[in-house]
DNA sequence: TTAATTGCAAACGTTTTGCAATGGT
DNA sequence: ACCATTGCAAAACGTTTGCAATTAA
């Protein structure tokens, strides 16, 4: 909510950030996506009302919170690159290869297969971005 | 080997594939890779052989394999999307975020997940394509 | 005041496409 | 001979960048 984004805009003034009305409509318009969103149908919403926002800002503003670790990027392997607020917390997707469905997963889920692979194979699996594919339940 | 490639050729000439020069030399090029490649390095290895392949030819080549079930499409997230012959059979891929190793996974070490998620969230978790991302032993 | 940020337009790298010419079957 | 396939050039796509103008601090 409200307090959610203050707290965010806060520590990112902390760290020198600019707030500009772009950058807070930005976080706005992330922060309601409520998960993945990809940049330009961020600048779509954001287009609505600031006509004049650009999408180089978009992708700037983005890669910036990124920088800054306040968002968070996943390449899905469609065509756009999605992003979301890190205070959504970590998680993997899974995502229908049918119907486009993407499912947040919690990380602890993965668990069990980080510790195999670690034992196994000395691989250190990220606990974030996963992108799982398959085929979700209405589509099976 | 060769064996392995005429299998290969046979079925799609049974599909209804015209086997020129250009798709014999892919076929070899992708068999020769011994594991994921992308479009373009792939041309640039025909093309020193075959100096007039064009890279739309690959980039064609490549789609009608994997619609014929004959080569298998991995975006790992990297710029280029890799392929493999599907003969190489299923895996999944250890993809390291510090160095860019890309290593196999047999399919089988995901089946516990596979069953995990099946019961929990109704997700078929495909056999293929999986990029797991982390860290690789060696840059731990 | 001034350095960070913006909008625009142009560039980028990968992949796709239209089309006339070529070549397997 | 026929139609799939090719090479070329151009377009499409998501994303990045150079630059002069603007603006938050």
Redo the contacts with the bound molecule.
């Keep these: 909510m409200a307090c959610d984004l203050n707290a965010i805009i806060n520590q990112l003034?902390d760290k020198?950030?600019?707030?500009?009305?772009?950058?807070q409509m930005?976080l706005e318009a992330l922060h309601a996506a409520e998960g993945h969103i990809?940049?330009?149908t961020l600048w779509e919403q954001m287009v609505r009302r600031?006509p004049?926002?650009?999408?180089?800002?978009?992708?700037?503003?983005?890669?910036?919170l990124r920088d800054l670790g306040a968002a968070t990027e996943t390449?899905l392997g469609l065509?756009?690159?999605q992003y979301h607020l890190a205070s959504h917390g970590d998680h993997h997707h899974l995502l229908c290869r049918q119907c486009g469905v993407v499912l947040d997963l919690p990380s602890e889920e993965l668990a069990p297969l980080r510790q195999r692979l670690l034992a196994r194979y000395g691989f250190d699996l990220g606990v974030n971005h996963l992108a799982l594919r398959g085929l979700c339940s209405g589509c099976r």
Excluded: N
Aim: hydrophobic share 30%; net charge positive.
């Design positions: 003034r020198g950030w600019r707030l500009t009305p772009q950058r930005l990809d940049a330009e600031f004049t926002i650009s999408l180089s800002t978009v992708y700037r503003t983005l890669e910036s390449d065509g756009r690159v």
